[in-house]
T-cell receptor, first 115, second 113 residues
């Protein structure tokens, strides 16, 4: 059974550009959430989607956005990139709404470097 | 405010030297406490979920326990391949952070042969 798949794995962008990251959850999983991981702040919650609806959002500026498609695949977008957006972006999926406490599996992440 | 604190930040053990990692938490009603292992450059790998005080779960050399205020990850006779960063996260049942995982900063474990 394939795990959570994230693409691309590595990318370098310039300040002011925008970036789109993609996530394919485990087959049958309908809940997808996104996290940002940095050495200083650790793992921080960005947002969660369930059945194409954003259910929860973390404390990040509006430059960070996401969406979920009918096949549960999800994308996140960061516009007007800043140097501080350099991080590992992790996608996680679970079989039910994560607010039910179900097991949450993570992908390998997308490493974003902003120069 | 919901928060998770892990200690120690780093732990060095000799192979076979058992020890415990601590995760203390403050949360508006605990829906679940999660332990993950993360290797450098990789995503977190799921280990355990604990739901109520008194619950224990085991997997190979690892055993996780839960009380109303903290969780312990006990490592028995560790091997070098157990070296990794161990992350603890809680999921709140109520409040603004309901549903999402709130992570601690992790404990970096190094096991020397």
């Amino acid at each position: 059974k394939a795990g959570v798949t994230q693409t691309p794995r590595y990318l370098i962008k310039t300040r002011g550009q925008q970036v789109t990251l993609s996530c394919s959850p485990i087959s049958g999983h309908r809940s997808v959430s996104w996290y940002q991981q940095t050495p200083g702040q650790g793992l921080q919650f960005l947002f969660e989607y369930f059945s194409e609806t954003q259910r929860n959002k973390g404390n990040f500026p509006g430059r960070f956005s996401g969406r979920q498609f009918s096949n549960s695949r999800s994308e996140m977008n960061v516009s007007t990139l800043e140097l501080g957006d350099s991080a590992l972006y992790l996608c996680a999926s679970s079989s039910r709404d994560i607010s039910s406490g179900n097991t949450i599996y993570f992908g390998e992440g997308s490493w974003l470097t902003v120069v | 405010e919901d928060q998770v604190t892990q200690s120690p930040e780093a732990l060095r053990l000799q192979e076979g030297e058992s020890s415990s990692l601590n995760c203390s938490y403050t949360v508006s009603g605990l829906r679940g406490l999660f332990w993950y292992r993360q290797d450098p450059g990789k995503g977190p790998e799921f280990l355990f979920t604990l739901y109520s005080a008194g619950e224990e779960k085991e997997k190979e050399r690892l055993k996780a326990t839960l009380t109303k205020k903290e969780s312990f990850l006990h490592i028995t006779a560790p091997k070098p391949e157990d070296s990794a960063t161990y992350l603890c996260a809680v999921q709140a049942a109520y409040g603004g952070s309901q549903g999402n995982l709130i992570f601690g900063k992790g404990t970096k474990l190094s096991v020397k042969p």
